[in-house]
């Protein structure tokens, strides 16, 4: 068994303006995979906007693995059809939780993250302490669709 580095709190929030897979709508649901980790939000019955307010945790192994979030339309009946994804740069998060910033108050900015062709970030995204941890809270634009995003917020 490979040594853990620590553990990657996910908070899958809600989906913004997916792209609908079928005439009657969506029913989304996030896989979030790490290395050969994968763990999967409810599905949200007919809705490209949905709340899913979902929390997943992946042990990190290997801080330079890629994290990728995957969007899916759930079916019964045929296989579930993408409605896009994006890799979560994990990063920047790391690097400021080496330095050691736990017992800063709540709401102390550490460090901007903006968007770039190296992030799927659609916003800038700001790292803060709160309850003594430090959180990133980030809106994800998809990838390989003509629409949507997904809001999240991770903690190590």
């Keep these: 068994m490979e040594d853990v580095v620590g553990l990657l709190r996910i908070r899958v929030r809600r989906g913004i303006n997916l792209v609908s897979r079928e005439s009657s709508g969506s029913d989304p649901f996030v896989v979030t995979t790490m290395g050969p980790e994968k763990v999967k939000t409810r599905g949200v019955e007919n809705n490209c906007n949905p709340e899913w307010n979902d929390e997943v945790t992946l042990a990190i192994t290997?801080?330079?693995?890629?994290?990728?979030?995957?969007?899916?339309?759930?079916?019964?009946?045929?296989?579930?059809?993408?409605?896009?994804?994006?890799?979560?740069?994990?990063?920047?998060?790391?690097?400021?939780?080496?330095?050691?910033f736990q017992q800063l108050s709540d709401g102390t900015e550490i460090k901007r993250v903006k968007p770039s062709g190296n992030n799927c970030l659609s916003q800038e995204s700001r790292i803060i302490s709160s309850n003594g941890k430090l959180v990133q809270d980030m809106i994800l634009r998809l990838r390989d669709v003509e629409t949507g995003e997904v809001e999240i917020q991770i903690e190590f």
């Design 62 to 100: 290997d801080p330079n693995e890629p994290v990728i979030l995957e969007v899916y339309d759930e079916d019964t009946f045929t296989s579930h059809d993408k409605m896009g994804d994006a890799e979560i740069d994990i990063k920047p998060f790391l690097e400021v939780q080496k330095m050691g």
